[in-house]
């Protein structure tokens, strides 16, 4: 289920970023952007149009060291250094504030990542920060793992993958999950839906049946916007 899960978390986000791309946004913040691979962000949104801008944002500098390689010469794509667990440097960021103009509208990309912050470091009070310093009819994608209908050893078993990693693993409930949003409108996740958090594997899916497959059930999603 950790690859379905994967699967369901990596579709989620090239769905959710073509469809704010749809709804007029031409700039992007991708945190936690991760290594490139197959259809990265700024590949998605450009098939809406072509110049968008996008800065992705990892604290793992061999991510900035094969993305820069990658997207060398292309002038409307950034790749920045820093932890998400602090935003007003992140926010503050020469090489963001070059292609971003915060008093337009943004499409805020947090998929899969403030799992890896702990309760202690207030990961709500982070994401309301990331949040208030876009303009309003910006927009949040964010998912995040969840044991809600899954067995207590499948999450010990699913958190175990994580061991060895450099952050550590926490699932949060729909409620915890649901406060990302706070002070947002909730989208809703397919057509005939109400507003609301979905799966990861239904959100924007063209049959939200099939794809609701017990991996696609590790991950709550939502795409918000503000007001």
Not at 17 to 26: L, M
Not at 112 to 129: C, E, K, Q, T, Y
Request: hydrophobic letters at 40%.
């Amino acid at each position: 289920e950790v690859k379905d899960a994967a699967w369901a978390n990596r579709g989620f986000h090239q769905r959710a970023a073509v469809w704010i791309a749809q709804q007029g946004i031409r700039q992007f913040i991708d945190i936690g952007s991760g290594l490139p691979t197959v259809g990265n962000t700024h590949e998605v949104v450009r098939r809406v149009a072509a110049d968008i801008r996008v800065v992705y944002v990892d604290n793992d500098p061999m991510v900035r060291l094969h993305s820069e390689a990658l997207l060398s010469g292309q002038a409307e794509i950034a790749v920045v250094y820093g932890d998400l667990r602090d935003p007003d440097t992140i926010l503050g960021n020469p090489e963001l504030r070059a292609l971003i103009d915060f008093g337009q509208p943004t499409g805020l990309l947090m998929t899969g990542v403030m799992m890896f912050v702990a309760d202690g470091s207030n990961p709500w009070r982070l994401v309301a920060r990331y949040v208030s310093g876009l303009a309003p009819g910006s927009y949040l994608s964010l998912s995040h793992l969840t044991g809600d209908h899954k067995s207590p050893q499948a999450a010990a078993g699913f958190q175990a993958v994580f061991d060895t990693a450099t952050e550590h693993l926490y699932l949060r409930s729909k409620p915890e999950v649901e406060r990302f949003f706070d002070g947002l409108e909730l989208m809703p996740p397919y057509p005939g839906a109400a507003p609301g958090l979905s799966y990861a594997g239904g959100w924007g899916a063209e049959d939200p049946e099939a794809a609701d497959t017990d991996g696609s059930r590790w991950l709550y999603c939502g795409v918000a916007r503000r007001p």
